[in-house]
């Protein structure tokens, strides 16, 4: 079973987009332990790390997307949400989630979201 996200869409640049991401059968003990991240993978190239959030909700960033993404989490309703502002073409890709609590063997994707940026 997948990670249900949602929010992906055609924005122009400059125009801001908030993802989503749930498990609905996540416990919450494994939820609160789990990492998060939020990847892309734009057509031709490589999947890519953009923002992650560790179990003591450290965040770090790529450097393209530093200042403009943020990564954050609602534990009463186990989601996990990329906001994104400033928004570019560059940013054009699928978005996948990934949440990752292996003490628990918990390792689960999101089927991807697509997000296009047109200039």
């Known amino acids: 079973v997948q990670l249900q996200a949602s929010g992906g869409g055609l924005v122009q640049a400059g125009g801001s987009r908030r993802l989503s991401c749930a498990d609905s059968?996540?416990?919450?003990?494994?939820?609160?332990?789990?990492?998060k991240a939020w990847y892309r993978q734009a057509s031709g190239k490589s999947r890519e790390l953009v923002a992650e959030?560790?179990?003591?909700?450290?965040?770090n960033y790529a450097d393209s997307v530093k200042g403009r993404f943020t990564i954050s989490r609602d534990n009463a309703r186990k989601r996990v949400y990329l906001q994104m502002t400033s928004l570019k073409p560059e940013d054009t890709a699928v978005y996948y989630c990934?949440?990752?609590?292996?003490?628990?063997?918990?390792?689960?994707w999101g089927q991807g979201t697509l997000v296009t940026v047109s200039s």
């Open positions: 059968r996540i416990i919450t003990s494994v939820f609160n332990s789990a990492s």
């Open positions: 959030m560790t179990t003591d909700g450290s965040t």
């Open positions: 990934n949440l990752a609590a292996p003490q628990y063997r918990y390792d689960k």
